[in-house]
């Protein structure tokens, strides 16, 4: 089985400022790695496919990059809509998700 | 556009079976571009995948639960549906299901993500 593992565990951050997400495989998965957001009490949303595909209608402030087995959420100018866990996810062998990182706003 | 709706018990006894469904609304179930998938998250925790199928009925279980998880498909109804048998207090989770989306590579497999989630429903094991 493929494990995934994040870091930071959780950050705080002020608005405005760049924030980088790290996520590791535990083997090479080339390019398949996903990005999702889930804001409190809500569903998980597809914010990057492909390690660095943006998905449609998800602001440009979210990029990914990355690829083999270590990989990068970054956001460009954190807005307090930013609020949320973040979950990367391996799709070379099936799904395993990371374990998250949640982002809080100074 | 494409809607996912889960419904089921919001309460099982331990050592029964949980069931749920997912109807999908505003698209096709049967479309050759998608599979199928649930999963979950127990209280204050992260996102577990279960498993996904296609319209043909292909399934790909998480090995960890493979022994007690049956999804299948019903294509007239528009619907997928999770079983999980033997449940105890640890299946205790809010339980999505949602659509796995494709793209191609270069080297002729696919990328598969989740690109549409349903809202949710919670489960709960206790006698």
């Known amino acids: 089985d493929i494990q995934m593992t994040q870091s930071p565990s959780s950050l705080s951050a002020s608005v405005g400022d760049r924030v980088t997400i790290t996520c590791r495989a535990s083997q090479t998965i080339s390019s398949y790695l996903n990005w999702y957001q889930q804001k409190p009490g809500k569903a998980p949303k597809l914010l990057i496919y492909a390690a660095s595909s943006l998905q449609s209608g998800v602001p440009s402030r979210f990029s990914g990059s990355g690829s083999g087995t270590d990989f990068t959420l970054t956001i460009s100018s954190l807005q307090p809509e930013d609020l949320a866990t973040y979950y990367c996810?391996?799709?070379?062998?099936?799904?395993?998700f990371g374990p998250g990182t949640k982002v809080d706003i100074k | 556009q494409l809607q996912l709706q889960e419904s089921g018990p919001g309460l099982v006894k331990p050592s029964e079976t949980l069931s749920l469904t997912c109807t999908v609304s505003g698209g096709s179930i049967s479309s050759s571009s998608y599979y199928w998938g649930w999963i979950r998250q127990p209280p204050g925790k992260g996102l577990g995948w279960i498993g996904s199928?296609?319209?043909?009925?292909?399934?790909y279980y998480n090995p960890s639960l493979k022994s007690r998880v049956t999804i299948s498909v019903d294509t007239s109804k528009n619907q997928f549906s999770l079983k999980l048998s033997s449940v105890t207090a640890a299946d205790t989770a809010v339980y999505y299901c949602a659509r796995v989306g494709r793209i191609a590579t270069r080297q002729g497999d696919y990328y598969y993500y989740m690109d549409v989630w349903g809202k949710g429903t919670t489960v709960t094991v206790s006698s």
């Open positions: 199928i296609y319209n043909s009925g292909s399934t």
């Open positions: 996810q391996q799709s070379y062998s099936t799904f395993t």
